[in-house]
């Protein structure tokens, strides 16, 4: 048979990695309960003013956005993979089990690991195409989501 | 909060059904038992010669179509949910968990239930965009698979 080639996703990808002072479960709490995601989510002075989240491979995410001028921005994804205190994989593919999107744009791989006392988290965000990885890094990915990861080791140390 | 306008998917699905003489379970076993896929799965002359299913959410497919001509075509897929005997969900999205894929052409849902003594199959073609849907309207959909549940329906029969 053929063997078919395979793209490596590298070049469609961006990642975010921290060490943080707090542990797996305190990191996976704040990603996965409304109440504490609303809490760290958008990068200040944006917020994150309305959450719903069904914790399971397809479940449903519904997340709006507020900038400082007010204006609300709703995003629809599902829940690929849930592994409690380990690992969630999300994309913005479908807005519902499984109904396709508009646009696929990405699909996030966040991970929790045991290092050292602490927690290695890791954020890869996967992108279909160069252009949209491209896209996403001008947008400010690395420092969006870098300051955003600040703001969920913060939360995470004291819950 | 804002409302989010969700479009339907309707103008971006494809969907044909069929009233087969066949128990469910049967049906299910055709389409996910490799080496009966291979005997039905694509419309003749063609054959897939090659089929590898991970039959589980997040699982990879592979199957391999070959032409009359003998020349081969790779397709690599992931399963988003498995119910047995019920429900398979599919899609071209990802070539593995979660690597996105090239371009993601359709998401496929194929249901199993139960009517009169018979069995519902309903497969459904979901995709991201209108275009995709023409082009494969016009790649013919319908007498494709069409042609392949004919050969399903005489394979669940037997088995």
Redesign the interface.
């Known amino acids: 048979?053929?063997t078919?080639e395979?793209?490596p996703?590298a070049d469609?990808e961006l990642v975010l990695t921290r060490l943080i002072d707090a542990p797996r479960e305190a990191l996976f709490r704040a990603w996965t309960e409304p109440e504490l995601l609303k809490q760290w989510f958008a990068p200040l002075p944006w917020t994150t003013?309305?959450v719903e989240l069904d914790v399971r491979?397809?479940g449903s995410i519904?997340f709006?956005m507020r900038d400082p001028d007010g204006n609300?921005?709703?995003n629809?994804g599902v829940y690929?993979?849930v592994v409690p205190n380990q690992r969630l994989?999300t994309?913005d593919?479908?807005?519902e089990?499984?109904?396709?999107?508009?646009?696929?744009f990405m699909?996030a791989?966040v991970t929790f690991e045991d290092e050292g006392g602490k927690t290695r988290y890791t954020a890869r965000a996967?992108?279909?195409t160069v252009e949209d990885r491209e896209a996403h890094e001008k947008m400010g990915f690395h420092e969006g989501w870098g300051q955003c990861a600040d703001q969920l080791a913060a939360l995470a140390a004291r819950i």
């Open positions: 048979m053929t078919p395979i793209t996703a469609r003013p309305h491979p397809g519904l709006v609300e921005y709703p629809r690929l993979d994989v994309t593919a479908f807005t089990a499984w109904l396709p999107s508009e646009k696929p699909t791989i996967l992108h279909w």
